[in-house]
C-alpha cells in the first residue's frame, strides 16, 4: 500500500502509476504539481476567512471564521487533482476489492493554524470540522466512482508525536478526543486508521479506536518500546486490527535492494513473537508500506521505492503461507 503524495507532475502517469504500483491501489496527491495538494492546503479548501496563496501560503482571517458556517468539498477545485485523475483512470478496475486514500488529521492540521496566529480553541475547532467534512464528502465521491470497492481512509497526522509531547496546547485526551472525532467520520461500511510517520506513542494510537495503524516500522533501540506493549499489539490483533509497517525510509538516500528493510522487518516481528504475538496473525494483520509519501523525490525514485516494498510484500506472503502449512492453521 502507498502512503499518499507521489513525485509527479502530470497527473495522468501519477494515477497510472498509482493503479499500478500496489496492491492495494492508493490515490495520489501531488504537491510538486501545485502547492494546493500540500495536505494543510488541501482541507482548507472551502473555509471561509482561509485563503491559501499560490505557493502554499495561509492567510487567516480570525474574524471572519465562523463557528457554524459550511465547509465545502469542491472536487473540482486544484487541491483534487491527484484524486480525480486517480478516479478518472479506475475504467476496467472499478471492481477492486479496496482502495486507499488519506486525509491530514485535526492535530495537525490544528496546529498549523495555531502557527499562522489562529487562537488554539479556535484553531482546534475549526480544524475538526473542516477534516470531518472533507472526509466525509470525498468518502462519498469516492463510493460513487467505486461502487465495488471498501476504503481504507487513514488520518494522517504527522504532527501527533509533537503534540503528545507537549508542543501544542492540548492534553493528551485532549489529542486522543481530536482523532477519535476524524475518524468517527468515516463510516462503518470503510476502515478507518492513523498514520502518523514519527515516533509512535503506542498507549496514544491504541487508544484512538482505528482498524488500521500506519507507523515505522522500529528499528534499534525502538524495537524495545514495540515489545513494551507486545501484549497490547496481540490483542489488537486479535480483535481484527491492521498495521501498516513502513518498511522503506524515504528521508535520506533510497537502498537499491530490500535485504536490509527485509531483515528489520523479521527482527522486529521475532521481537514481538518472542513476546508472545501469534506469528500467523501478526503475518495475516499486516501491510507494508514507504515509511512517508513521495512527493519530495523524483519519479524514478518512487518506482524505485515502490518496487522494493513490492518485493518486502511477496516475501511477507510467502511467510505466511510457510507458516499455515507448517502450524497446520
Same mark, same amino acid.
Given at each position: 500500500?502507498?502512503?499518499?503524495?507521489? &513525485?509527479?507532475?502530470?497527473?495522468?502517469?501519477?494515477?497510472?502509476?498509482?493503479?499500478?504500483?500496489?496492491?492495494?491501489?492508493?490515490? &495520489?496527491?501531488?504537491?510538486?504539481?501545485?502547492?494546493?495538494?500540500?495536505?494543510?492546503?488541501? *482541507?482548507?479548501?472551502?473555509?471561509?476567512?482561509?485563503?491559501?496563496?499560490?505557493?502554499?501560503?495561509?492567510?487567516?482571517?480570525?474574524?471572519?471564521?465562523?463557528?457554524?458556517?459550511?465547509?465545502?468539498?469542491?472536487?473540482?477545485?486544484?487541491?483534487?487533482?491527484?484524486?480525480?485523475?486517480f478516479l478518472d483512470a479506475a475504467g #476496467?478496475?472499478?471492481?477492486?476489492?479496496?482502495?486507499?486514500?488519506?486525509?491530514?488529521?485535526?492535530?495537525?492540521?490544528?496546529?498549523?493554524?495555531?502557527?499562522?496566529?489562529?487562537?488554539?480553541?479556535?484553531?482546534?475547532?475549526? @480544524?475538526?470540522? *473542516?477534516?470531518?467534512?472533507?472526509?466525509?464528502?470525498?468518502?462519498?465521491?469516492?463510493?460513487?466512482? /467505486?461502487?465495488?470497492?471498501?476504503?481504507?481512509?487513514?488520518?494522517?497526522? &504527522?504532527?501527533?508525536?509533537?503534540?503528545?509531547?507537549?508542543?501544542?496546547?492540548?492534553?493528551?485526551?485532549?489529542?486522543?478526543? /481530536?482523532?477519535?472525532?476524524?475518524?468517527?467520520?468515516?463510516?462503518?461500511?470503510? /476502515?478507518?486508521?492513523?498514520?502518523?510517520?514519527?515516533d509512535t506513542d503506542w498507549n496514544a494510537?491504541?487508544?484512538?479506536? #482505528? @482498524?488500521?495503524?500506519?507507523?515505522?516500522?522500529?528499528?534499534?533501540? #525502538?524495537?524495545?518500546?514495540?515489545?513494551?506493549?507486545?501484549?497490547?499489539?496481540?490483542?489488537?490483533?486479535?480483535?481484527?486490527?491492521?498495521?501498516?509497517?513502513?518498511?522503506?525510509?524515504?528521508?535520506?538516500?533510497? &537502498?537499491?535492494?530490500?535485504?536490509?528493510?527485509?531483515?528489520?522487518?523479521?527482527?522486529?516481528?521475532?521481537? /514481538?513473537?518472542?513476546?508472545?504475538?501469534?506469528?500467523?496473525?501478526?503475518?495475516?494483520?499486516?501491510?507494508?508500506?514507504?515509511?512517508?509519501?513521495?512527493?519530495?523525490?523524483?519519479?524514478?525514485?518512487?518506482?524505485?521505492?515502490?518496487?522494493?516494498?513490492?518485493?518486502?510484500?511477496?516475501?511477507?506472503?510467502?511467510?505466511?503461507? *510457510?507458516?499455515?502449512?507448517?502450524?497446520?492453521?
Open positions: 500500500m502507498g502512503v499518499g503524495s507521489l &513525485p509527479h507532475r502530470d497527473a495522468i502517469v501519477a494515477a497510472e502509476f498509482a493503479w499500478s504500483a500496489t496492491t492495494i491501489p492508493t490515490m &495520489p496527491t501531488l504537491p510538486r504539481r501545485s502547492p494546493a495538494e500540500a495536505m494543510i492546503a488541501q *482541507a482548507l479548501v472551502g473555509i471561509e476567512g482561509v485563503t491559501v496563496g499560490q505557493y502554499g501560503g495561509i492567510s487567516v482571517d480570525v474574524a471572519a471564521l465562523k463557528k457554524d458556517s459550511a465547509i465545502v468539498t469542491d472536487i473540482t477545485d486544484d487541491a483534487f487533482v491527484g484524486y480525480r485523475a #476496467a478496475r472499478r471492481d477492486t476489492q479496496w482502495v486507499k486514500w488519506q486525509f491530514v488529521g485535526p492535530v495537525t492540521l490544528g496546529m498549523t493554524l495555531v502557527r499562522t496566529g489562529v487562537p488554539a480553541i479556535v484553531a482546534f475547532d475549526l @480544524a475538526l470540522r *473542516a477534516v470531518r467534512s472533507h472526509i466525509q464528502a470525498l468518502e462519498k465521491i469516492v463510493s460513487a466512482s /467505486l461502487p465495488m470497492s471498501a476504503q481504507i481512509i487513514m488520518v494522517d497526522e &504527522p504532527l501527533l508525536t509533537e503534540a503528545l509531547a507537549g508542543e501544542s496546547d492540548l492534553s493528551p485526551d485532549a489529542i486522543v478526543d /481530536l482523532v477519535s472525532g476524524a475518524l468517527a467520520a468515516i463510516s462503518s461500511q470503510n /476502515l478507518n486508521g492513523i498514520h502518523c510517520c514519527a494510537m491504541f487508544s484512538m479506536g #482505528a @482498524a488500521v495503524l500506519s507507523i515505522p516500522s522500529p528499528t534499534g533501540h #525502538a524495537i524495545n518500546d514495540i515489545e513494551a506493549v507486545a501484549s497490547r499489539i496481540s490483542e489488537y490483533l486479535e480483535l481484527g486490527g491492521v498495521i501498516a509497517w513502513g518498511v522503506l525510509r524515504t528521508d535520506g538516500p533510497i &537502498p537499491t535492494a530490500a535485504d536490509r528493510a527485509w531483515k528489520s522487518l523479521t527482527d522486529m516481528w521475532c521481537s /514481538l513473537v518472542r513476546k508472545g504475538v501469534d506469528p500467523v496473525l501478526l503475518r495475516r494483520n499486516s501491510i507494508v508500506t514507504p515509511v512517508c509519501g513521495l512527493g519530495m523525490h523524483t519519479d524514478d525514485l518512487a518506482t524505485q521505492v515502490m518496487a522494493l516494498v513490492d518485493e518486502i510484500s511477496l516475501k511477507v506472503q510467502e511467510q505466511s503461507t *510457510a507458516s499455515r502449512l507448517t502450524l497446520g492453521s
